[in-house]
């Protein structure tokens, strides 16, 4: 099982994903995106993949750092990769990023599952083989009849409680939205929402990420009377005292961190100083699978939970194989895009949901996705 060679090939693929000038989502017209695989092979012949941004993987990173400590090793011992490559990073001059620790650690759990045809999430040890996801909705825009207004967001949560969603969060108007931020306003599209879904369906909210204490308490304690169910990174995660503060002045449960760097040592300390309610993780976020297995763990020994940041298959074979997660996070969601249209380059969905809610963990081995090879290579770059 010692693995030969570390590849990448990047692709072009079509979709209706824009990102504005702040790096969020919205919907528009089709076009070319660049899109990476990652594959390990081994010298029996098996293989492993994960999906990533270019930039990710870009050469320098794979040759000077992925490779050296890769290549030679057997591929089954993921600690022992995963904790030697967060060792490089020290000293990479931060080329070596958490995500490019991810997209490794990923393809390594793909190839052990697809070397033993078993699922990842019946490797690591499965707690369950479906999850209740809950929508989660684009941040806010200018777009007539999408997200402008808080009636927008009423309506298109009717939309996703018809679709089986029985949790909603909804990520409001953010900068280059020319209005933008606005606590107030932000609290009239959770109160449409609220008033739209009833009081049955969870809903939390994600909102602009630097907001000030008082901004935030003002927000928090608006969602209070509304009785959503947790607030989640309104200021700069950078600053764990501003959540402590906040975590102690509300009665709704923060969330956090998502964005905050450190892996699981920065997310125990999140724990220790009781900066939030609920931790936070995610495959991405964390640099991995083996990381963000360690966080719910960790999670788990104080009582509380975690939920997992974002969709994909990485994430949803990490909430199948733990019990201290509620959500599995689907979208994100716009009225004018369809989210089980998938992607072109893969052939199904790796988060099909039914008509009641629930994701099921498709049973294919590896990580599941169900690879579009053809498409691939012919829509290859290089």
Known sequence: MIIKDVDVRVFEHTTRRHSDTAGHAHPGPPHQVEQAILTLRTEDGFEGHSFCPPEVVRPHVIEKFVKKVLVGQDCRDRERLWSELAHWQRG???????????????????????????????????????????GSIMCGDELEGGLATPEDYGRFAEKLVARGYKGIKLHTWMPPVSWSPDVKMDLKACAAVREAVGSDISLMIDAFHWYSRTQALELGRGLEKLGFD???????????????????????????????????????????????????TGVNDVGGITPALKTMHLAESFGMNCEVHGNTAMNLHVVAATKNCRWYERGLLHPFLEYDDGFDYLNSLSDPMDADGYVHVPDRPGLGEDINFEHIENNRLR
């Open 230 to 280: 947790w607030i989640e990174e309104p200021m700069d995660e950078q600053s764990m005292s501003s959540y402590k503060w906040m975590a102690e002045q509300l009665d709704i449960p923060v969330i956090g961190p998502e964005s905050a760097a450190g892996k699981h040592w920065a997310r125990a300390e999140w724990v220790k100083n009781e900066a939030c309610d609920i931790l936070r």
């Open 92 to 134: 990479s001059a931060a080329q070596l990023t958490d995500r490019t620790l991810a997209v490794v650690d990923c393809a390594l759990w793909d190839l052990a599952g697809r070397t033993l045809q078993q699922p990842v999430y019946k490797l690591i040890g499965a707690y369950r083989d479906k999850v209740l996801a809950y």
